[in-house]
C-alpha cells in the first residue's frame, strides 16, 4: 500500500484547493478535477506529509501556488509549474533541497518572499515575465544556483533575493574586477570600490536593508 494516496481538498464553489496530501509515493499526479470541480491552487503546507516524493506533476488548471505548499519537502527533485499560475508564494518551495531547477513561466507575476529559500541543490532557474516580481530572500541560501535565466530589461529583485547563491556571488567578483581594472594596489582598489558604492546606491534614511541586486 506504500504508493496509495490520500487528497484533501476545501471547496470554494465550483473550485477545489488542494490543502493535505498524505502517502509514500515517489511519483504524485495531482488531478485537475475532482467530481467535476477543478483543482484550482495549493494549501499551505499540503506536501508536508510526502516523506518520499521525488516528482510532482501539477495540473494546468492551477492559479496559485500558495504560501509554504512545499515547504521543508526535502526530497522533492522535480516539479512544473504550470502555464496557468500567476503566483508563487511566499515560502512555497522553502528548504525543497533536492530540487535540481526551475522553470517560472510568463504567466507568474509574482514569487513570494523566500519562495526558494535554501533550496541547496538547485543549479538552475528561468523566469518568463520581465514585469514580475521576485520577493526578498527568494532564492537566497542556494548555494549551487549557477545558472539565472532572467527577462532583458529584468529589475523587479526584492532585497537579498540571490544572496549566498554562485550567480549573485560571481556578478560580485565580476564587478569588482572591472571597477578595479587598472588598479595597482590595494589602496587604489579599495577607492575605487568605495567611489563606486558612493555613486551608484541609493541611501535609504528609513534604515532598510538593501542587497547588491538592484545595482548589479
Not at 504560501?67 to 511566499?90: H, K, M, R, W
Not at 528561468?126 to 514580475?132: E, P, R, T
Not at 527577462?151 to 564587478?175: C, H, R, Y
Request: hydrophobic share 40%.
Amino acid at each position: 500500500c506504500e504508493n496509495v494516496m490520500v487528497f484533501c481538498y476545501t471547496s470554494n464553489g465550483s473550485n477545489l484547493t488542494l490543502t493535505a496530501v498524505r502517502g509514500a509515493a515517489a511519483q504524485i499526479t495531482v488531478p485537475a478535477q475532482v467530481s467535476g470541480r477543478t483543482v484550482t491552487a495549493l494549501g499551505p503546507q499540503a506536501f508536508y506529509y510526502c516523506p518520499n516524493v521525488k516528482t510532482i506533476a501539477l495540473p494546468d488548471s492551477f492559479t496559485s501556488i500558495c504560501d509554504e505548499a512545499f515547504y521543508q519537502c526535502a526530497t522533492l527533485e522535480n516539479v512544473n509549474i504550470p502555464a496557468s499560475a500567476t503566483s508563487i508564494g511566499a515560502g512555497a518551495f522553502y528548504r525543497c533541497s533536492s530540487l535540481k531547477s526551475i522553470s517560472i513561466p510568463a504567466t507568474v507575476n509574482t514569487l513570494g518572499s523566500q519562495a526558494f529559500y535554501g533550496c541547496t541543490a538547485m543549479t538552475s532557474m528561468s523566469l518568463g515575465n520581465v514585469n514580475a516580481k521576485i520577493g526578498a530572500y527568494a532564492f537566497a541560501d542556494c548555494p549551487s544556483l549557477k545558472s539565472v535565466n532572467l527577462p532583458e530589461g529584468f529589475t523587479n529583485f526584492g532585497n537579498m533575493s540571490f544572496t549566498n547563491s554562485a550567480w549573485m556571488d560571481q556578478k560580485v567578483a565580476n564587478l569588482a574586477l572591472d571597477i578595479t581594472a587598472g588598479c595597482t594596489n590595494d589602496y587604489d582598489k579599495a577607492l575605487a570600490l568605495h567611489d563606486w558604492i558612493v555613486n551608484n546606491t541609493a541611501y535609504d534614511m528609513t534604515y532598510t536593508y538593501y542587497g547588491p541586486e538592484g545595482v548589479l
